[in-house]
């Protein structure tokens, strides 16, 4: 079982809809990535956080997706307005250092 | 920037045989790759790391050697079991960009037969 916790598992929106998933990173790790996982298998980064501050960030998530990890909630990442091209696995990981990265299970979300 | 190679898309082996799957890497700074492993509809679990060169790591009968002087990283097995089938993912902690960001290849599915 990951010590990632991601939920839901499984998210179903129609285009234009908000599309919120949540990650709770493993205790202890002070850095929090998202990542897109598309059909094609390919890996995206998105954003990632150290604590609560943004330390990098591509484009479209800065245009598109609303994240945030505040101290002692979960972490989340929100698709202000859904696209079909937004369905795909996004997968939350959690690092202490660059070289212990865990994942969690994903949040699968379909745009419909 | 920082890269990462997978040169095979999609690897097919009968049971009991030996595999290698090539990972090749770019980067300015000092590496750390790690392979992943990523089973149908569930989370990449880390099956190898390294940042030590001409070292060779070995987990659950998988093994890798980092390169530097060619850059590589494959990872290779002796005898590829049915419960291997999955897809392998080679990646490279991107140090260069400050933010630990892990860089991925493309994948490998693998695919062992009976």
């Known amino acids: 079982n990951s010590k990632v916790i991601q939920t839901p598992r499984y998210l179903v929106k129609g285009q234009g809809q908000k599309a919120k998933m949540r990650c709770i990173p493993e205790k202890g790790h002070p850095v929090v990535f998202w990542y897109q996982q598309n059909k094609n298998n390919e890996f995206k980064f998105l954003i990632n956080f150290q604590n609560q501050e943004v330390l990098q960030q591509i484009d479209m998530t800065e245009k598109r997706f609303s994240a945030e990890c505040p101290s002692n909630s979960p972490c989340s990442l929100e698709i202000q307005s859904s696209e079909a091209g937004d369905s795909a696995l996004y997968l939350c990981?959690?690092?202490?250092?660059?070289?212990?990265?865990?994942f969690g299970s994903g949040t699968r979300l379909l745009v419909i | 920037g920082d890269s990462v190679t997978q040169t095979e898309g999609l690897v097919t082996l009968t049971k009991g045989l030996p595999v290698m799957l090539n990972c090749t890497y770019q980067t300015t700074y000092s590496p750390f790759l790690f392979w992943y492993v990523q089973h149908l509809n569930e989370a990449p679990k880390l099956l190898l790391k390294?940042?030590?060169?001409?070292k060779r790591t070995e987990h659950q009968g998988f093994y890798a050697t980092l390169h530097k002087s060619s850059s590589s990283f494959h990872l290779q097995k002796s005898s590829v079991q049915l419960s291997d089938s999955a897809l392998y993912f080679c990646a490279l902690s991107g140090a260069s960009s400050g933010s630990w960001q892990l860089i991925f290849g493309s994948g490998t599915q693998l695919t062992v037969m009976p």
């Open positions: 390294s940042s030590t060169d001409n």
């Open positions: 990981a959690s690092s202490h250092a660059n070289s212990d990265y865990t």
